[in-house]
Nanobody, 119 residues
Framework: QVQLVESGGGLVQPGGSLRLSCAAS????????MGWYRQDPGKQRELVAG???????KYDESVKGRFAISRDNAKNTLYLQMNSLKPEDTAVYYC?????????????WGQGTQVTVSS
C-alpha cells in the first residue's frame, strides 16, 4: 500500500523558514523522481520542486533561490527547506512522485501539511 505522510508545516512570519518532511513508501520512493506540490483553495495543485533519484533538482520560478529540495534514499524521506518565505507561499504542501502526470496516474495523495506565511 502506497503511503505519503507530510509534516513540518506551520505558521511563520514573512522572511522566515520552515522545513517540510515527507515519509514515503519504499515501493515508490526508490525508483521515482519525487516532488513537492502545493495547492491553494480553488486552484490547481502545482509542482514547485522536483528531484530525480540521482539528486538532480528543478524548481518553479516562484521558489527558485529560496526553496531547496532533497531526499534521503536510505530513509525514504523527502525534504523541502523553505527560506525567505512570502505570503504567497501560503498553501497546503504535498509530496508525490514527479512529474505531475505520474502523480495523477498513481492516484494517491497524503493529507498534506499547511504552510501559512503571515505577520
Amino acid at each position: 500500500q502506497v503511503q505519503l505522510v507530510e509534516s513540518g508545516g506551520g505558521l511563520v512570519q514573512p522572511g522566515g523558514s520552515l522545513r517540510l518532511s515527507c515519509a514515503a513508501s519504499e515501493s515508490i520512493f526508490r525508483t521515482n523522481a519525487m516532488g513537492w506540490y502545493r495547492q491553494d483553495p480553488g486552484k490547481q495543485r502545482e509542482l514547485v520542486a522536483g528531484i530525480t533519484t540521482g539528486g538532480v533538482t528543478k524548481y518553479d520560478e516562484s521558489v527558485k533561490g529560496r526553496f531547496a529540495i532533497s531526499r534521503d534514499n536510505a530513509k525514504n524521506t523527502l525534504y523541502l527547506q523553505m527560506n525567505s518565505l512570502k505570503p504567497e507561499d501560503t498553501a497546503v504542501y504535498y509530496c508525490n512522485v514527479s512529474p505531475r502526470v505520474l502523480a495523477k496516474a498513481l492516484g494517491v495523495w497524503g493529507q498534506g501539511t499547511q504552510v501559512t506565511v503571515s505577520s
